[in-house]
């Protein structure tokens, strides 16, 4: 067995899925976010791997496998090869032709689905395939979990109408339901931006783990959950403020103060009292956002609010050529010619501060109309643990989560941009109708592990696991214990159980440490002082429980404990 175990974790691992995999000898990296997978990693890959195909072919989806190498014209044809930015990994061939290395495969199976459908008694079809894609992260981390080349299974559906795309769409939540579930993933399903796949609504899967690199958030009484970046605020009345008397404006000297619990604390105010002023550079040029001192602006939203490719914040440059000011003291009074965007949160609020666009000056007593004007306000923010549930008013719960698995309703924007339509029954040609499904599957692995560890190494849940059952002779220079041992194994495998056999002539501490290490769910171990009195110990790796089992009848014990563990896991 080629398993290279590492007593250390290298010094670039942060999370314990990256630590505990490359320690268990189940990756090794080539480069930054490229991986190779060794036997006991591609093992678990390959369980879920099943899984989901499993689920996938009980869905009715249809197993299919696409190029990884693509052309650059289908990527004009949906107008992505310009927009998707530097993650696609673009370069010529020997004839100078442009090719990518596809991030994902919306234009390729929407190419092939355009040339071969042609009636509406060919729908509906959800045809996936499990294969390796490349994004060209800026900064790959974690492992496997945010690599640049990585395994995903893909799904697209194609349908005749909204209702039909709805039910398949349906349909795949359902099946991603039973996939996380039976490879042993806690995991809360939310909805999400839809990013640059496009389409007019999503759901992610994630799974509930403090390292996530995702925030989400849920109700504390109703079904609502979504990620951080898409859950909408509901803002208060703006009315219960109004009668709050206007102060005069007032210029205040606040030499070096820049931050905003520099300024609130300088002028003795609370930071919602403040007003941040950012700008940003757009498709259209520079813009100003303005939202409340304590609150955060939402990349996401103010995109999609502004309609807006792009959206960074402005270089330092641009800082002082629209405001006059260094960086730090950006307002909107005098911001002219620039269209001023503010978060709901600010039509409420009644003498503020913010930036005065002079160095080392603030206003004081700043209030909307009076003193500026805003072009459009709009839910620009992200959502914070004061802000109550858009659904019911409820309280809002935050959590971290590790994104698995997202699904998408497309819609019929790639089947427009490339033309993939169908006769309907009256003959009338239509557009397609898709969806798009996907699941990351060495992440699947690594939320898996981020999920089910402990101080001494991974506890695989069993669905998933490399091998269901190791088993550990203390002394293999013992005849006796060596031939039990053997024997074990020979029957767990007559029965389709996969077992390791550590026959190493290694310390039996060694035995035990990498034995919790890789994970295994259960543990036969066989050693002088149980044999003596004729039996060998079974130990569940997650719950440490120990049963003493003779040698002949540990075979059927065996095996009736997976099927117990499978049942417990997945009912
Ligand atoms: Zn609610």
Not at 126 to 146: A, C, N, S, V, W
Not at 199 to 210: I, N, R, T, Y
Not at 242 to 268: D, N
């Amino acid at each position: 067995m080629f398993l290279p175990t590492l007593r250390e974790a290298p010094a670039e691992a942060e999370v314990p899925s990256h630590k505990l995999m490359l320690r268990a000898g189940m990756i090794r990296k080539l480069a930054s976010g490229i991986y190779s997978y060794l036997p006991l990693g591609l093992r678990v890959i390959r369980k879920v791997e099943r899984i989901i195909r499993e689920e996938m072919d009980r869905a009715g989806a249809q197993e299919v496998l696409l190029p990884a190498i693509q052309p650059r014209e289908l990527w004009d044809k949906s107008g992505r090869w310009n927009v998707y930015g530097k993650e696609l990994l673009r370069f010529k061939d020997r004839h100078d032709h442009h090719y990518c290395i596809a991030p994902t495969h919306e234009e390729v199976i929407t190419d092939v689905v355009r040339r071969e459908v042609r009636s509406y008694r060919q729908l509906p079809l959800i045809l996936y395939q499990i294969q390796t894609k490349f994004r060209d992260e800026i900064r790959p981390r974690f492992g496997i979990m945010r690599g640049r080349e990585f395994g995903m299974k893909d799904a697209y559906s194609f349908d005749a109408d909204d209702e039909g795309a709805e039910k398949s769409y349906q349909r795949m939540y359902e099946a991603y339901c039973r996939i996380f579930k039976r490879c042993g993933l806690k995991f809360k399903v939310v909805e999400a931006e839809t990013g640059p796949i496009g389409g007019s609504f999503s759901h992610e899967f994630m799974v509930l783990a403090d390292t996530g690199e995702d925030a989400i958030v849920s109700c504390s009484e109703c079904h609502y959950a979504a990620n951080a970046e898409k859950a909408e605020v509901t803002s208060p009345d703006p009315a219960s403020s109004l009668s709050t008397p206007l102060k005069p404006l007032e210029k205040v000297y606040t030499p070096e103060i820049k931050a905003v619990s520099e300024v609130s604390e300088f002028l003795g105010v609370f930071p919602q009292e403040l007003v941040k002023t950012l700008i940003f550079q757009t498709d259209d040029g520079v813009v100003a956002a303005l939202v409340r001192g304590d609150h955060e602006i939402n990349h996401v939203k103010l995109r999609n609010f502004l309609g807006s490719h792009v959206l960074e914040l402005a270089d330092e440059q641009t800082i002082v050529g629209v405001t006059g000011a260094p960086v730090g003291f950006a307002g909107a009074i005098g911001l002219h010619n620039i269209r001023i965007i503010a978060d709901n949160a600010i039509r409420g609020m009644r003498n503020f501060v913010m930036g005065a666009n002079e160095k080392d000056f603030h206003y004081i007593n700043v209030n909307l109309d009076r003193d500026f004007k805003v072009d459009s306000f709009g839910d620009v923010r992200m959502i914070t643990s004061q802000d109550r549930c858009p659904k019911c008013g409820g309280l809002i719960q935050f959590f971290r989560g590790i994104e698995v698995g997202h699904v998408f309703k497309l819609g019929t924007k790639y089947s427009e941009a490339l033309n993939a339509t169908y006769l309907d029954k009256e003959g009338k040609e239509r557009l397609l109708v898709m969806g798009c499904y996907g699941i990351g599957v060495g992440r699947t692995v690594a939320a898996a592990i981020e999920q089910n560890h402990d101080s001494d190494g991974i506890i695989f849940p069993i669905t998933i696991a490399p091998f269901q059952v190791i088993i550990l002779p203390l002394d293999m220079s013992d005849r006796m214990i060596a031939e039990t041992a053997e024997s074990l194994y020979k029957s767990l495998i007559s029965k389709e159980i996969e077992v390791l056999l550590d026959d190493r002539q290694e310390w039996a501490g060694i035995k035990f440490k990498d034995g919790d290490l890789i994970g295994i769910p259960i543990r036969v171990t066989i050693g002088r002082k149980t044999l003596d009195k004729g039996s060998l110990e079974v130990t569940l790796r997650s719950k440490r429980a120990t049963h003493l089992v003779k040698p002949h009848e540990a075979p059927s014990f065996i095996e009736e404990l997976i099927k117990k563990e499978i049942y417990d896991q997945t009912e």
